[in-house]
């Protein structure tokens, strides 16, 4: 199985703030890296597929980078609406596997 | 609009079995790979299986030889039957769909979810 970690684990940050996740993949999984957005008692939410694929929906401030076994999600500047959980998830092979999650908190 | 909704969550005793339902709505549901995760109760996702079109299924190695996962083309669902559930089971479960027709990993949408509590 490809393992998934992501740093950090908690995030504190205040509204306007530049925020950077971190993700890696025990082995290569080229582009094939999907970040998703949840919410305490809601679905899990795609923000951003194939790496740095902005999904439909998903505001310009979110953006996603990396290839191989390296990657990172960016939120270019942090609005309420956004303190959630953040997940990575591997697509390159089965079993399918995410990142443990990283919470984005207020300051 | 494309939409999942779930149904057949609850309280079942260890060992028991349960089957979930998500019916989709708004696109055509055989070309769309479609995935079951589930989140333990103040826990990450985990992947635990998904079905192709018409055949090829995948499963988790916690879940193997205990869930099956199905569909009905025709009635535009998916199915997870659940049997010799344990405590470690309960979790909310969620039916997710592959963003693009095939098989690409990209979830999108997810199903509201469902809570299954295993306990006696």
């Known amino acids: 199985d490809i393992q998934m970690t992501q740093s950090p684990s908690f995030v504190s940050a205040s509204v306007g703030d530049r925020v950077t996740i971190s993700c890696r993949a025990s082995?290569?999984?080229?582009?094939?890296l999907a970040w998703y957005q949840q919410k305490p008692g809601n679905a899990p939410n795609l923000l951003i597929y194939?790496?740095?694929s902005l999904q439909s929906g998903v505001p310009s401030r979110f953006s996603g980078s990396g290839s191989g076994t390296q990657f990172t999600l960016t939120i270019s500047s942090l609005q309420a609406e956004d303190f959630a959980t953040y997940y990575c998830?591997?697509?390159?092979?089965?079993?399918?596997?995410f990142g443990q999650g990283t919470k984005v908190e207020i300051k | 609009e494309v939409q999942l909704v779930q149904s057949g969550g609850g309280l079942v005793n260890p060992g028991g079995s349960l089957r979930l339902s998500c019916t989709a709505s708004?696109?055509?549901?055989?070309?769309?790979?479609m995935t079951w995760a589930r989140q333990a109760p103040g826990r990450g996702l985990e992947w635990i299986s998904s079905?192709?079109?018409?055949?090829?299924?995948y499963y988790a190695e916690s879940v193997k030889g205990r869930f099956t996962t199905s569909r009905d083309n025709a009635k535009n669902s998916v199915y997870l039957q659940m049997n010799s559930l344990r405590a470690d089971d309960t979790a909310i479960y969620y039916c997710?769909?592959?963003?693009?027709?095939?098989?690409?990993?990209?979830?999108?949408?997810w199903g509201q979810g469902v809570l299954v509590t295993v306990s006696s």
């Open positions: 997710a769909r592959d963003l693009t027709p095939g098989t690409t990993g990209w979830f999108d949408p």
């Open positions: 708004g696109f055509t549901f055989p070309t769309h790979t």
């Open positions: 079905i192709g079109g018409f055949t090829s299924v």
């Open positions: 082995k290569g999984v080229s582009k094939r």
């Open positions: 194939a790496a740095s």
């Open positions: 998830q591997q697509t390159d092979i089965f079993p399918r596997t």
